[in-house]
């Protein structure tokens, strides 16, 4: 279990497709396109929204890899691909999808990137994707990770890493100690040693370019409205609830803050994504 739930990445998934940056999505759609057969590996799959978000851009014939270590997630992803797609059948433990004509072949590896990742990244693909994901590890693992795919030569295209940015309206004066207390949180340990949090972007773009790298980055934002009531009101609980395992801040304070997010009519939440290529 990796403590996000099914219902959690449900929640966000709307939002998570509309913040996605267009301008650094079409530098990898490009540098894809024409090829007769795409094949992608996606690290920290979840359910497989980023999938659901990317495969549509991407050309005709598609092969997936989803990488999660977490089973219940696993099963979760092969369920919502097979109500997403047109036309879904099973074949051993692969799905066969057509989705918009396209013919989307899905394979699950579960798989604890904390110590596998060379394992995974050995399977041959055009590119390694992963979505809300690189906040989670550690500026180690992301070097380690950096020059584990200049060695293989791979393209990697990351959506989502949060960014540190959090605006609610209306502000509340508990907010500047809410956010400080968040990202000390934010620095804990993930299973991949005190995590980037913020700052993985940064070590993602220092790191492939230390390779040699050619890299893009770009903003995506969610921006929330009344009509992300319940993902804000879910937000703010998960921010509450971390921010209370750091005992930094009173819990009156805390308890103030949260009352005022029940009434936010906005919020935005800033995230970075990024693309590495070689050559
Ligand atoms: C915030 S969720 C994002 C899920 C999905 N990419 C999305 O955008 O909805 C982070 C994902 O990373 C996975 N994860 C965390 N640590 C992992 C590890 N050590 N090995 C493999 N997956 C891991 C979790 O199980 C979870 O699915």
């Given at each position: 279990m990796s403590g996000f739930s099914p219902q959690w990445l449900a929640l966000r998934e709307s939002a998570d497709h509309r913040a996605v940056n267009a301008q650094v999505r079409k530098a990898i759609v490009d540098d894809l396109a024409g090829q007769e057969r795409v094949a992608v590996v996606d690290i920290g799959c979840g359910t497989g929204s980023n999938l659901r978000s990317l495969a549509p851009h991407l050309g005709a014939r598609q092969v997936w890899r989803l990488v999660d270590y977490d089973a219940a997630l696993l099963g979760a992803a092969r369920d919502t691909l097979m109500r997403w797609a047109d036309d879904a059948r099973e074949s051993g433990d692969r799905l066969l999808l057509v989705k918009d004509q396209r013919a989307i072949e899905v394979a699950f590896l579960q798989a604890d990137l904390a110590t596998g990742l060379s394992d995974v990244l050995d399977h041959k693909c055009d590119a390694v994707t992963a979505a809300a994901f690189f906040d989670l590890v550690s500026e180690d693992w992301i070097g380690h990770f950096c020059a584990e795919m200049a060695a293989r030569r791979r393209r990697f295209y990351t959506v989502l890493?949060?960014?540190?940015r959090e605006q609610w309206t209306p502000p509340s004066p508990e907010d500047a100690a809410v956010l400080a207390a968040f990202h000390r949180h934010q620095a804990s340990d993930k299973g991949f040693g005190a995590a980037a949090g913020p700052g993985a972007t940064q070590a993602l773009a220092a790191g492939f370019q230390r390779h040699g790298a050619k890299i893009m980055t770009g903003t995506s934002p969610w921006q929330l409205g009344p009509e992300d009531q319940m993902l804000m009101q879910e937000l703010a609980r998960g921010i509450a609830a971390a921010v209370e395992e750091t005992g930094t801040i009173a819990k009156d304070d805390l308890a103030r803050w949260q009352e005022a997010r029940r009434n936010a009519s906005a919020c935005e939440i800033g995230h970075l994504d990024f693309y590495a290529r070689f050559g």
């Open positions: 890493t949060y960014d540190g």
